[in-house]
């Protein structure tokens, strides 16, 4: 994965949030102030979650933007926010890992299957969820390729 779509400021570790709602919001900030996406975007984000959980099962959540959002998107890019507590994102669903996503034309689709490949191990995420440093997440999704 190119080190332009993940970078170790993109990366917040054992954070916070009370709701998946926060937990979306940091997810999206990460990319609005790392110049990936507009504003708007993070309204997409939301948008998106109303439609359809971003929860994907194994403690991974990937919030991303509707359709209307792709013209919000500078470039391609990742966030992870690590949440050792977890968050509910509905039906008890707990989420520890959220990986926002903004994908240009159509990169979103070799992203989400790089972190697919990764996240399907239940040993990686939980790696992931306690791992106390930024280059264990580098190293992961750098692998994969």
């Not at 332009?4 to 400021?9: A, C």
């Not at 990764?118 to 692998?143: G, H, P, R, W, Y």
Request: charged letters at 30%; aromatic letters at 6%.
């Amino acid at each position: 994965m190119a080190n332009d779509i993940l970078s170790k400021e993109n990366i917040v570790l054992n954070e916070k949030a009370a709701t998946k709602e926060d937990a979306i919001r940091l997810a999206g900030e990460i990319l609005v102030n790392k110049g990936y996406v507009e504003e708007s975007y993070v309204d997409q984000m939301f948008e998106r979650e109303k439609i359809t959980t971003t929860y994907m099962g194994n403690y991974v959540a990937i919030p991303h933007g509707t359709e209307d959002a792709k013209k919000a998107v500078n470039h391609s890019g990742l966030s992870i926010v690590q949440l050792r507590e977890g968050v509910d994102f509905g039906d008890g669903n707990i989420a520890k890992l959220i990986i926002g996503i903004a994908g240009k034309d159509n990169e979103h689709l070799e992203i989400l299957s790089q972190i697919a490949i990764v996240c399907s191990e239940e040993e990686n995420v939980e790696k992931l969820i306690q791992a106390e440093d930024k280059e264990t997440f580098i190293s992961m999704f750098n692998e994969v390729n």
